[in-house]
């Protein structure tokens, strides 16, 4: 199933009957793209699914990695991989933190998962860890992907991850913000850490999560070369 | 220089010079008056940029990459209403005949900025209040023509770093060699030649975004310089677009990333 | 403020995988990224080289003008390297006029090439005392993942040994090639943990203590070094790594000779 790739100015709809969905903007009676991407229609509107950019647009109720860069008396300010940095204030965390003390918890440097739970109308985001997923990441190492590969790393109903799972002897999270936390022997995070590069590098192919498990199984000689 | 050793701008046929050999000084000539230099543009071509671009034309090569958008450092640039489009347009100094101290020049700056507020009113700015977008333009080859090719490249380069815009920016020159306005002044041309216009389209909605002129045009070459220009941006705007969807053509095929 | 944030599970990760004698990315403590050199990309120059070490990309030009040699060396030619770290390459990278990072990459290139004579000076004289060629030799850094020393001095050597002097610019005849007397290499290594590793990537400099720049000629022989970041060396350390240098300076040696033979 081939989608038509549409650019910044292309028009998507001139109809009248439909709004500007996600990536896309009105002008009059005619929607037009906003971002590259592939173009969706629904019903009442057409959007645009973004395909290019390397940062991630915080969205309400995603889980994410980030890294405190800064700690106030009464905030932390961490890295997210957006557009700005994000503040997490002490009375969202699980402990209670006096005035003063953040760093105690969590010290600059320091990575975390935490969950978006509020973006303004400036798109600022703030995070904060209550909530029983959350926790402070020690130990292993985390890299960095485009946002818009994370759904294919899950896959359909988490269908790729549990692959990853049970194929090696990896903890493992995926942020939605592109940041990816895994933990185990150096082979096992070398052959997750390939098995990521390889979903991110052949998203648009099919048959990836046989190929995904193929390659960890049985290693890279193992994988047919994907069909486009 | 002096004007004498001016090589024929346009042959008997009048036709354009269309290559050199420049240990001998010689010339073929092939180009029309309306004829674009060969341009190519590659999408999404350096590791660490949010977004990238190269692109050839003529004898021009060039880099673009874009940042952002990001927190805006230093916090006086910042615009607490929209994000700010910065643009550094530098030249290697190897890029010319005569090298160039490294470091922006004055001539430098001046186009930064007039590329940046070229550049502006295509980006949905309102969307990242605070944030700062920065745009660098690296000639890494210089033949002439050199701002509208960074232009051109910087604006693939936003679209490959999914800064959301209207539309594309693209530009292109006109210029007047021996009394015929003609577009896109190669080399030669630009430096024989009586006058240069570059300007920068956003097709999408038909403004002319910039525009410089120096030498000598009457009116009426005047408009006919912007309307060769203006013409010419619509089919290197195809090119722009063709860069972006060769890029991410791959990901269109299975429904993309879903 | 910097957009690249080094977390401390990052580092701690690349102190203990070093500890193993491993890195991230798999490669071995002494191996190189994959080297890929192009030459003659640039017209404008007279020798010119596009170098791709692993994720860092470097332009390279060598420029020559005619000009005044030095009074105190009548006979000779002038030679000026410069490096540049620019913005588009890294958001570590910072705008304005170069800073201690930049000119300590200019100046140690420079003297890995000037110090083993790789361009005879007196081969630059046109006539002495009154005209002298100046070979102006510039680093154009694109894309950064750490190692500029040695991408740029792969670079510079590439488009030295592929340099056409411009006589025909000054009515001294034709075209010629430059003379190359050696053929420096650099190899830069870094200290993670107790453990020596050689082209660090942009990650393994952040990590690491201290760095060292070793440049050797085809002979073998040291012709500069330079120790830099925060830390500090045992003597030992330092003489098994020069070892090491003079072992993998062939290698990349022979690599650059089969893209000039070209």
Known sequence: ?228 | MAKADAPDLLNHEGLRIAERDPVNDEYTYGRGKDELRPIEIEAGVLNRADGSAYLEWGENKVLAATYGPRECHPRRDQDPAEAVVRVTYNMAPFSVSDRTRPGPSRRDREIGKVTSEALEPAVLTQLYPGAAIDVFIEIIEAEAGTRCAGLTAASVSMADAGIPMKGLVTSCAAGKIEDDVVLDLSREEDFHGEADLPIAVVPKTGDVVLLQMDGDLSADEFDEAIDKAYEACYDIHDLQKQALVDRYQGSATNGGNR | MSDDVVSDIQRQYLVDLADKGRRFDDRGLDEYRDVSIETDVINQAEGSAHVRLGGTEVYCGVKMEMGDPYSDSPNQGVITTTAERNQMASPDFEGGPPRGPSVEVSRVIDRGIRESDAVPLESLCIEPGEKCWVVYLDVHCVDFDGNLFDAGSLGLLAALMTAQIPNHRHDLGEPEPLEIRSQPIMTTAVKIGDEILFDPTDLEEKVSSPRISVSTDEHGRIRAAQKSLAGGFQPEEIQETIRRSRRKAEELRSNVLETVKK
């Open chain 1, 1 to 228: 199933m081939s989608r038509e790739v549409v650019v910044p100015g292309d028009l998507l709809d001139d109809s009248g009957q439909k709004e500007a969905g996600s990536n896309a903007y009105k002008e009059g009676s005619e929607v037009y793209a906003e971002r590259v991407g592939l173009k969706k229609e629904g019903s009442n509107h057409v959007e645009v699914v973004a395909l290019s950019g390397k940062r991630y647009e915080p969205q309400r109720g995603d889980l994410v990695i980030g890294t405190i860069i800064e700690a106030k008396p009464s905030i932390w300010f961490l890295d997210i991989n957006g557009p700005s940095d994000v503040g997490m204030h002490v009375n969202e965390v699980p402990w209670r933190v006096d005035f003063g003390e953040t760093t105690k918890y969590l010290d600059i440097g320091e990575t975390a998962l935490m969950k978006v739970y509020h973006v303004d109308e400036q798109r600022e985001a703030q995070v904060t860890m209550k909530d029983r997923t959350c926790r402070k990441l020690e130990g292993g190492t985390t890299i960095t992907v485009p946002p818009s590969k994370v759904p294919r790393i899950i896959g359909r109903r988490g269908s790729m991850i549990k692959t990853i799972k049970n194929n090696t002897d990896c903890r493992l999270f995926v942020g939605k913000n592109g940041v990816i936390w895994f933990d185990g022997e150096p082979e096992e995070v070398s052959h997750v850490r390939d098995a990521i590069h390889m979903i991110v590098d052949q998203a648009h192919t099919s048959g990836l999560t046989e190929r995904v498990e193929t390659f960890l199984d049985e290693g890279p000689e193992a994988v047919d070369p994907p069909t486009e």
